[in-house]
RNA sequence: UCCUCAGUAGCUCAGCUGGUUAGAGCACAUGACUGUUAAUCAUGGGGUCGCUGGUUCAAGCCCAGCCUGGGGAGCCA
């Protein structure tokens, strides 16, 4: 029996298997909380009923024990599950001693080094669960539509195709690199097999220090045939849709563990915002409105609401403060107010943070050159204007990649980068093809690129050549924007970064 | 690679302009409490203040270098 199922068996007696996550005693009961992986369940040890000898044994449950209980369900919509088990027998496997990870805040580098525990806390196992429906909905997607998945190689024999560093790795004697994008096989793949859909790890050696980057990722790359970018930009609105549908459909529970407000991803499930590169810069440089509004109002409006809260946080520490100054007080009196201080005061730093960025952030936007790319907070002030992603197409082609179409006045590279709101960043880059192998070889030629290694890739254009576009979706970026996480560490079981190779 | 912030008990942190035996909460142990939702009460053990060197009568605090980590730039999903 698994604590999901017990809403079925109400009244049964029944036998759970699981580990104590918290314990809580009084003199003749004892409150366990046991997690199953499928769920948490209060169990409830009553003198009364089991006797001293069972008794002293839940009395003795530690942190981690692992144990079967025994017993009666019981309706009790205070708890968690809405169900509690009157324990009448119980068995310890082991009983745990000094499980590091306790009810207290941690450091992120203790969780980190901690991470194969870590990963049993309840807020990590709501985003393994949310992170699950996410890549479930993946392939469901794209399998309902007919599309095929096949995986690109992950060692590659050349470190070509941009400028970012890749892992080297020795194959054989001869020097191979760890897949950076499986775009240009999946092309190969599509044009044998029609849409297909890869859905593997991706290797990127940039010693990046950031929340959203990581060493190794899960990447999907689709590629349709006879799709223009238009079509593209429709599949990705559909297909992220249909993914944030998902996962409010079945995880309410694990949004309310995160404390994630779902009302902003149900807004994103309106159409997504379209615009030109073009148009985005004069967006950014606040010489276009949006909802009659510049960016340069949205910011300084958004620089005196954190201005606002600051000052009320810091009249609300010296308000607990005087509170707390008074003599008499209980213990759980101040550590009620001790544990409020702390809380504004994490909030403080974050705002003098948001008070030190966003004039950089507006200077930076106000001061950006047409025809350089998006830098993190210009993606971040874009994003702010709207409540859904934002999908920006037709870049100059000279901050492309030598594979994407160009627009009709040779100008623009028919590519699409979406924009995740609050903040999140790009999800996904993709873009239309170039069909043409005149163009391609100039490009390549352009990027000083070895031509002999984009032989094979060539052939795709001389044999049968067709219009065709994908994309490529960071899994763990979707996972960190749909459970508003700080950080993509927290999105995948073993994060790989910079400085973390462990556990 | 560069910028920036940090490193004090098992964990999270406090430690004033350098001044005597280094503090709290949690966790742990023991006892008290019949329904709790991380933080009820009492008692107790627990520390080479990241490392190395320097300044000083005196360094957790100041200076230099190094190591480790957080955030960011570049690059990107």
Redesign the pocket.
């Given at each position: 029996m698994q604590i999901k199922d017990l809403a079925q068996n109400e009244g049964k007696v029944v036998t759970l298997n699981g580990w104590v996550a918290?314990t809580?005693?009084?003199?003749?009961?004892v409150?366990i909380i046991l997690r199953d992986g499928s769920g948490y369940c209060?169990c409830?040890a009553?003198l009364?009923t089991i006797g001293e000898e069972l008794f002293n044994k839940a009395k003795s449950l530690?942190?981690e024990s692992s144990v079967s209980f025994t017993g009666k369900v019981v309706k009790?919509e205070?708890?968690?599950g809405g169900y509690?088990l009157h324990i009448n027998d119980l068995k310890i496997f082991q009983l745990t001693?000094?499980y590091?990870i306790?009810?207290?805040?941690?450091?992120?580098?203790?969780l980190?080094d901690n991470r194969h525990l870590w990963l049993r806390s309840k807020r990590q196992w709501a985003i393994m669960k949310i992170r699950n429906t996410i890549i479930y909905s993946i392939h469901n997607f794209f399998q309902q539509k007919g599309f095929v998945q096949m995986d690109a190689p992950l060692f590659t024999g050349n470190a070509a195709e941009?400028?970012?560093t890749l892992f080297e790795t020795d194959f054989y004697g001869e020097p191979a690199y760890l897949s950076q994008?499986g775009q240009l096989y999946g092309e190969a793949m599509a044009m044998a097999l029609g849409n297909i859909y890869t859905f593997g790890p991706t290797f990127?050696a940039?010693?990046?220090?950031?929340?959203?980057?990581?060493?190794e990722?899960w990447?999907i790359e689709p590629e349709m045939t006879f799709y223009d970018n238009d079509q593209n930009m429709d599949l990705i609105e559909e297909f992220l849709h249909f993914v944030v549908k998902q996962t409010l459909e079945k995880n309410q529970a694990e949004f309310e563990i995160l404390g994630r407000d779902t009302t902003k991803l149900k807004d994103s499930l309106k159409p997504y915002i379209r615009v030109t590169y073009t148009d985005a810069v004069e967006i950014l440089k606040s010489k276009k409105a949006v909802n009659g509004k510049t960016a340069k109002e949205v910011l300084e409006n958004d620089l005196q609401n954190a201005k606002n809260r600051l000052s009320e946080c810091q009249s609300q520490i010296k308000d607990y403060e005087s509170q707390m100054s008074k003599p008499g007080l209980?213990?759980?009196q101040i550590?009620?107010f001790?544990?409020k201080i702390a809380g504004l005061k994490t909030e403080i730093k974050e705002l003098e943070e948001d008070l030190r960025n966003i004039p950089q952030w507006m200077e930076s936007a106000a001061n950006f050159e047409y025809g350089s790319?998006f830098?993190?907070?210009d993606?971040t002030v874009l994003t702010r204007l709207f409540d859904v992603p934002v999908m920006v197409y037709n870049w100059p082609h000279e901050i492309k990649a030598f594979y994407f179409k160009r627009t009709e006045d040779n100008k623009f590279a028919k590519g699409v980068?979406?924009l995740a709101p609050e903040g999140y960043?790009?999800?996904?880059?993709g873009g239309e093809r170039e069909t043409n192998i005149e163009l391609l070889m100039g490009k390549i030629n352009e990027h000083k690129l070895p031509m002999e290694v984009f032989e094979w890739y060539l052939d795709l254009r001389r044999y049968g050549s067709v219009p065709h576009s994908g994309f490529?979706?960071?899994l763990?970026?979707l996972v960190a924007w749909i459970c508003k996480l700080?950080?993509?560490r927290e999105t995948i079981p073993f994060p790989r970064m910079y400085?973390?190779l462990k556990p």
């Open positions: 918290n809580r005693d009084s003199k003749g009961l409150f209060q409830i009553d009364n530690t942190q009790d205070r708890q968690i509690e001693h000094d590091p306790t009810n207290k805040e941690h450091g992120v580098e203790f980190m941009g400028t970012t994008s990127r940039e010693k990046s220090k950031t929340r959203r980057h990581l060493s990722f990447m209980k213990k759980g550590n009620y001790t544990s790319d830098g993190g907070s993606e980068d979406v960043g790009e999800i996904v880059g490529g979706l960071g763990e970026r700080d950080h993509v400085g973390r």
